[in-house]
């Protein structure tokens, strides 16, 4: 089967800094990858699909790049609103989630 | 508006059955494949089991293969996970969530349920 990573896994980052997450897949997936963001005590939300489609009504300060087996969801400017744990899911065969990453403000 | 309810969670003793059901509106519920996912409490985010369109295609994560079992009615609009031989490492809020896009291939999941919370305990 085939696993997923995350790293980090928690992060810490002021208000208008840029971040970037990477995933990466045990084995290749072309771009069958998504990214998901999950607020407290909420439902997972998708931001991105095909590594760097971004999903409708999703800001444009998140954007995804990657092909193969590594993967990236970048915030190019880190806002209050956007503190929540981020997930990577591999969509091709049995989809799968990475462990995720928190996102804090500092 | 897309609507995805779950219902039948509660608590089980280890070893017994449970069946959750989802029921779906807003869409053409027949058009699209359909997954269950779980997440235990404080952690992540599990994909337990997928089925297609036309229930031809089904996928189990090996944790749940042999105990679980997906189906769906596309007359009723609904989808539902039997869920057998319980054990306390299946306690989690199972979410139904809807694919993408319609038709055969693999997508993303772009609706999610509000979840319903299956608790394994003695």
């Known amino acids: 089967d085939i696993q997923m990573t995350q790293s980090p896994s928690s992060l810490s980052a002021s208000v208008g800094d840029r971040v970037t997450i990477t995933c990466r897949a045990s084995?290749?997936?072309?771009?069958?990858l998504a990214w998901y963001q999950q607020k407290p005590g909420k439902v997972p939300k998708l931001l991105i699909y095909?590594?760097?489609t971004l999903q409708s009504g999703v800001p444009s300060r998140f954007s995804g790049s990657g092909s193969g087996t590594d993967f990236t969801l970048t915030i190019s400017s880190l806002q209050p609103e956007d503190v929540a744990t981020y997930y990577c899911?591999?969509?091709?065969?049995?989809?799968?989630f990475g462990p995720g990453t928190k996102v804090d403000i500092k | 508006e897309v609507q995805l309810v779950e219902s039948g969670g509660g608590l089980v003793q280890p070893g017994r059955s449970l069946r959750l059901s989802c029921a779906a509106s807003g869409f053409t519920f027949d058009d699209y494949a359909m997954h269950w996912v779980r997440q235990a409490p404080g952690k992540g985010l599990e994909w337990v089991s997928g089925i297609s369109w036309n229930s031809g295609s089904i996928g189990y994560a090996d944790s749940v293969k042999g105990r679980f079992t997906i189906s769906r009615d596309n007359a009723k609009n609904s989808l539902y996970l039997q869920m057998n031989s319980l054990r306390a490492e299946d306690t989690a809020l199972y979410y139904c969530?809807?694919?993408?896009?319609?038709?055969?291939?693999?997508?993303?999941?772009?609706?999610w349920g509000q979840g319903t919370l299956v608790t394994v305990s003695s």
């Open positions: 899911q591999k969509y091709n065969s049995a989809p799968a």
């Open positions: 095909a590594a760097s």
């Open positions: 969530a809807k694919s993408h896009y319609y038709g055969s291939g693999s997508y993303p999941f772009d609706y």
């Open positions: 084995q290749g997936i072309s771009n069958y």
